[in-house]
């Protein structure tokens, strides 16, 4: 999603800050980017579509000691140059994140004022009303005020006038937006990383907040405090490079070893310990897991083990439902929000919902300083390190192992024998193994090449092996481009069964030993209709008519076995969307962090 870099500070530094901060960003997700500095009372605006390397192309390294960048991933108006930001009303120069609900209205208020407006964007309306605002108090904090009152939707702006030379202004509702400083330099972002290799020293902005930026002053204005509160920035989750993979998606599809073995290694030294420091759940009597696309999926697998494990009923919802939805929910219920990004605006706008109504939240977490693990009562990191690739894999991983993590803690809680979770926790440690020895085997590229071509591919199972196709479809599509969906594999029949054609590959996934029969027999279904069935599996099948390739995975304790059954499909989608030549880290129309509604 969109990306903010603002910088006041050394004349030789400062374009290439912004490019470095964007490039940093990039990763979110863009389809365009800008920066626009002060030059000799003079505002000049360079922007571009496309990669940065567009936008570099375009840049001269200028000397000036005030700049604003952007990286955008259209909402308002399709990606091009035009509507790419900075964007400029009369004395007003600004770049923005998130969307403004009430710009039509305030365009055609504008409009009558004598505004014209180039582009197709709701900036370009925000821009203008902050200029009207400024014309008629003549002073930019009052404008930023007026704004404040008047825009509804989300917003992280950077902003600058004419009027004022070298003086950077921010404003921030709901989008994220953090300062960062030197002893010379002020800096502004969205994110921290594009900052974190300049400073370390940083302060998130509050809901509402406005604030001014001036050579070595920082003038904040916020409905609580006025003192900046600076922090400094754990660099756990920056990144490092893709240390000689190909890709961001490959390198952290081979880290899930790491992750894993980060997150349980604590509980097998010392599991008494590790489990009493994770929230005690005994009191709540139900359990809500909200989540976005990856998360909503590990989610459902949370629920199977939850319920199949501990007895406790649990609902999943998709957090751009659950936010506008009536929800039952009491003082023994805990709400989990499940974010690898913890700035998803569904995701966060749930969290607030059930934090507004005194309802206990957890958060599964993987950037520590995000604004979700800031508002949770409860948070469990996912420790996953920085996941740069669009298409989400470790911090899948570590969200899976955190739910049999708490899985385990319930049955603790509900009988108190340590005997009980001590073989389990055995078999927990073999798994970074397994995955490492199953991704050394796995033939993945062999199926790939079979099937690559294809323009829809099916993916069936039932129970929790429903649960991972639903993720392994997500996967395929999102990098590969291929139309393909999950089905629960009794279902196919009541419709989607029309679909299987000669050589339609169908991906079943069969480890859930109570269901495996029954599975089966829909394979049968769609194998007598043509498809190319492939069989993703930890069982000895006897009977493979049904079958034209097989995938086998390890076995371990079934509570553990989803965390398996989800590595060769990661790697299936990353080899057929290199066989199809797609951009795998940084897919077209996504974004690693979804800031808007
Ligand atoms: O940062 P979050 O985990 O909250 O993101 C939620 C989804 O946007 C994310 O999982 C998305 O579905 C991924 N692209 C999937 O790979």
Redesign the pocket.
């Known amino acids: 999603m969109c990306g903010i870099v603002g910088y006041l500070g050394k004349q030789e530094k400062t374009i290439s800050i912004l490019i470095t901060g964007l490039k940093a960003l990039e990763y979110r997700g863009y389809d365009s980017a800008g920066i626009a500095y002060q030059k000799n009372n003079k505002i000049k605006v360079i922007k571009s579509v496309g990669r940065l390397e567009q936008l570099e192309k375009k840049v001269k390294l200028e000397n000036t000691v005030l700049g604003i960048g952007h990286t955008r991933w259209a909402t308002h108006g399709k990606a091009c140059t035009t509507n790419s930001h900075p964007h400029q009303s009369g004395n007003i120069t600004l770049v923005h994140n998130g969307i403004i609900e009430n710009y039509i209205e305030l365009k055609q208020m504008l409009e009558k004022k004598g505004y014209q407006f180039q582009t197709e964007t709701d900036t370009e309306v925000a821009a203008a009303f902050i200029d009207d605002a400024l014309k008629s108090s003549k002073n930019m904090i009052k404008a930023l005020k007026k704004a404040k009152e008047k825009l509804k939707g989300s917003y992280a702006f950077a902003i600058f006038n004419d009027l004022e030379p070298d003086t950077l202004y921010a404003m921030k509702k709901e989008s994220p937006l953090v300062l960062g400083k030197t002893e010379e330099e002020l800096f502004l972002a969205s994110d921290p990383m594009a900052i974190s290799s300049y400073t370390k020293e940083i302060c998130y902005l509050n809901e509402g907040s406005i604030v001014k930026l001036e050579k070595n002053k920082v003038t904040l204005i916020e409905e609580k405090d006025t003192r900046p509160i600076w922090k400094t920035l754990n660099i756990e989750n920056c990144n490092n490079g893709k240390n000689g993979y190909a890709h961001y998606m490959l390198k952290e599809i081979y880290e899930q070893p790491d992750v894993i073995y980060n997150i349980i290694n604590p509980f097998l030294k010392d599991p008494e310990m590790e489990f009493k420091k994770l929230p005690n759940f005994s009191k709540y009597k139900k359990i809500q897991i909200v989540?976005?696309?990856?998360?909503?999926?590990t989610g459902l697998v949370g629920k199977w083990m939850i319920e199949t494990y501990a007895s406790i009923p649990v609902e999943v919802e998709i957090?751009s439902e659950y936010r506008y939805k009536k929800v039952f929910y009491d003082k023994k219920t805990l709400v989990i929000v499940?974010?690898?990004?913890?700035?998803?605006a569904d995701?966060l706008a749930s969290l607030r919902k059930a934090n507004k109504d005194h309802i206990d939240t957890l958060a599964l977490?993987?950037?520590i300083t995000s604004t979700?693990a800031r508002e949770a009562k409860y948070i469990l990191p996912l420790k996953a390190g920085s996941e740069i690739?669009?298409?989400?894999?470790k911090?899948?991983l570590a969200?899976l192992t955190l739910f049999s993590l708490i899985t385990l803690k319930l049955k603790l809680e509900q009988s108190s024998n340590m005997e009980e979770i001590i073989p389990l926790l055995s078999a927990f440690q073999k798994l970074p193994l397994k995955i490492k020895k199953l991704l050394e085997n796995l033939k993945t590229k062999d199926i790939a090449s079979k099937i690559y071509k294809h323009n829809d591919i099916f993916f069936l199972g039932r129970s929790i092996d429903y649960a991972i196709c639903m993720?392994a479809s997500?996967?395929l599509k999102?990098i590969s481009y291929i139309h393909s969906e999950a089905y629960a594999a009794g279902e196919l029949k009541h419709g989607t069964i029309s679909l299987i054609e000669e050589k339609t590959p169908v991906l079943s996934l069969v480890t859930d030993t109570s269901i495996q029969e029954k599975t089966i027999s829909n394979i049968k279904e769609v194998k007598a209709r043509g498809a190319y069935s492939i069989v993703v599996t930890n069982q000895k099948l006897e009977e493979c008519d049904y079958c034209d390739d097989f995938i086998i995975v390890p076995s371990t304790e079934p509570l553990f076995q989803p965390i398996l059954n989800i590595i060769p499909f990661q790697l299936l989608a990353y080899e057929i969307a290199l066989l199809r030549g797609c951009d795998i880290d940084k897919?077209k129309n996504?974004?690693?962090?979804?800031t808007v509604e």
């Not at 499940?338 to 998803?344: C, N, P």
């Not at 996504?590 to 979804?594: P, R």
């Open positions: 989540a976005c696309g990856s998360a909503y999926h957090a499940v974010s690898q990004s913890g700035e998803t995701t977490v993987n950037v979700i690739a669009v298409a989400t894999t911090a899948y969200q993720e997500l996967k999102e897919p996504l974004a690693k962090s979804v």
